[in-house]
């Protein structure tokens, strides 16, 4: 080898020893300490645990809200009507605080059980509200004040022995029972000029204002009648049932048979509920 090869191959030595020191250098810079995540993990699950706990609170308290105010409008509806028991009210609506704080609810489902007024007694008033206004500050000390109510929507369950009583309590010899698919059937036995006179009718269900109108369709008796007979006797079976127990509305909208009793629907605007 002669000596311009080997002062060559010098350079070449030094050349990659030069090169090695300034990589090791490098490398060591870029190495990553050990646990350089853990502030970062840290701050997230403080974050993370800041936002659960918060939207607990807003659910309590939510949750607290809803039953304090549905709670006083039950006490509120028991009060006003007299029902033995509590009713069960629900407030629909996924956020209610914000109707807490504007003291109006917007839907209402409630159902009231075992109704009474003088002889008549209803079993079952099922409704909905729309525009319930209770002020914040009655839920907030549990004031049982007047409930003012933009409109409702009401379904009443009147059985046939609840009628029966009615009917029997208000002095008409009259029987009510099921009957034909959109009406019911009478048997009694009434005075007719003297005589006592059977009969039994198929009878249509009407609404009125504030009352169920029973009205014969065609009268069936064995007793020979002239025509002025005969219209006092449709007289007899022809009756009003005035629904005063309803809370909700007095304008009725329907009327049919359902099962051991009749189905009365209703509504209302501007109804109020007080003591």
Partial sequence: MTGN????????????????????????????????????????????????????????ADWLARWGAESL????????????????????????????????????????????????????VHAQLTGVHLPFHDVLVRNSGPVFIEGTVEEAFLSYDSLNHYLDVTGRPVTIGAGSQDGVRLTGTVEILGRSISAATQARLLPREGALAVQPTQLDTDTILDPASRLLLGQRFTFLVPLDPLPFGQRLTAVEPRGSGLLVRAQGTDVVIRR
């Fill in 5 to 60: 090869e080997i002062q060559q191959d010098d350079q070449q030595d030094q050349q990659r020893d030069d090169q090695g020191d300034g990589e090791a250098p490098a490398r060591r810079g870029t190495a990553r300490r050990p646990g350089g995540r853990r502030p970062a993990l840290g701050t997230i699950a403080l974050g993370v645990s800041v936002v659960l706990g918060t939207a607990l609170l807003l659910w309590g």
């Fill in 73 to 124: 409008l039950a006490r509120n509806v028991q009060q006003a009507t007299g029902a033995p028991e509590r009713p069960s009210v629900h407030v629909r609506g996924t956020f209610f605080l914000p109707q807490l704080i504007r003291g109006r609810y917007g839907d209402v489902e409630i159902t009231v059980h075992d109704l009474s007024s003088g002889p008549l007694h209803i079993e079952e």
